[in-house]
DNA sequence: AAAAAAC
């Protein structure tokens, strides 16, 4: 089932209507055409625009696009048209060679990419499958034995199937590296050396990557032949569609802190990012106790529990995934209004990654950090990476801050005519108007969002003793308490 | 510092 945003839909924009390209214009076949109109999709995405083309030419082609732009669409689609062009050579030994090989970084992105692969060449006769670890290895070698034109792949086990020699990849013709800033990342490096020793010389290469850095360019000079580059973004730019904001929270407060955003922005979809898998886990289990249906995703879980909780997060069983950097990247997850970081990554581009959660395919989308005294240093490599200043916010009753907690309340109470935040008020059972986020968005709450000022104390002074003796003007704990509380009774009744 | 990925 598709769930992502690879293409535009139907009612794009109209405000270049008169030149605007449809996927029919590309030339591509009545099969693929077909079924790109069962999923809807008509206009192709700026990307797809300009990769199309490209890739149906043969031409190796150095895409900077973050997820969520339709680069999988980009490439995909070209790609099995180029297949039906050349389909069954009768001087291929084998009935069913492997013609092209997809790698991603995480089992999750592969297992996504695949869906889109097998949607995109339903009508077309190829066949497509994918293959990563943590899952029963049989299953794969009986579908690769049976014939696979498109394989998708994670490069550990494609090398273990490679060793059991249940894969031919000598007659692939078309190699595809996603996400490749991540895989390097990973020291995927060796393993990439590994199966591009094993293709034929003469192959078209496609190489994607959501950073720029000169590691990624070192890559493509040495792998790629004459490649087109494409770039949709400027790379390393953060989308215009997302909202950043910057919570100063102290780190033992950083989980009341998530339960109050998720409750006072009625958040239902959203991903809260953390840095460690036992803090993804624990976290989870805070939420869950306190009755938000949360669950969480990391590297330490099984294969199957992973599957599990993105498949209950994509449905809506889940509504908060916790998750650690294994869903940072690629992962596309329709109608994500807001991605929460509980800490700063500790790579700036692994920011760029997480926020570019949301925002997606045109839409609007909030990106909430929560940081803490000493993340000065993170915080500035996100803004030399981004190009942007993000500005430290104080989260009301959370940070050092002289604001009673009754006067917060009333200025919430400013919004009491929001009609979603009315709704919410009465299936809350609550007595007291409580302003929504949602529709009243762009009249904020001074008190969410007021420009928090850090200690004037020099850096070096600034030890954690020093900042919880400067923490002495927040909120009596009874006070927050009070407020948590008040919060918490509203959701068991709703 | 952490995470991810083959067994």
Known sequence: MMTDQQSSPVSAPADSAAARQRFDDFGLAPEILRALRDQGYEYPTPIQAQAIPVVLQGRDVMGAAQTGTGKTAGFSLPIIQRLMAHANNSASPARHPVRALILTPTRELADQVAENVKAYSRHTGLRATVVFGGVDIAPQVTALRSGVEIVIATPGRLLDHVAQKSINLSQTQILVMDEADRMLDMGFLPDLQRIINLLPRQRQNLMFSATFSPEIKKLAASFLSNPQTIEVARSNATSDNVTQILYEVKED????????????????????FTNTKIGASRLSVHLVKQGVKAAAIHGDKSQSERMTALEDFKRGAVEVLVATDV???????????????????????????????????GAKGDAISLCGAQDDKALADIEKLTGRKIVRLQLAGFVPTSAPAFREREHRSEYRGDQRSENRHEQRGEGRSRGGYGAAR?????????????????????????????????????????????????????
């Open 442 to 494: 762009e009249k904020v709450d001074p008190w969410f969002l007021r420009p928090y000022t850090p200690n004037t104390a020099p850096a070096s002074a600034r030890n954690e003793k020093s900042a919880a003796a400067n923490n002495t003007a927040a909120p009596k704990p009874q006070k927050r308490a009070a407020l948590l509380g008040g919060l918490r009774k509203t959701s068991v009744t709703g």
């Open 253 to 272: 407060e950083k989980r009341d802190a998530i339960a109050f955003i998720l409750r006072e922005r009625g958040l239902k979809q959203v991903i809260v």
């Open 327 to 361: 869903a940072a990247r690629g992962l596309d997850i329709s109608e994500m209004p807001c991605v929460i970081n509980y800490d700063l990554p500790f790579n700036a581009e692994d920011y760029v990654h997480r926020i570019g959660r949301t925002g997606r395919a």
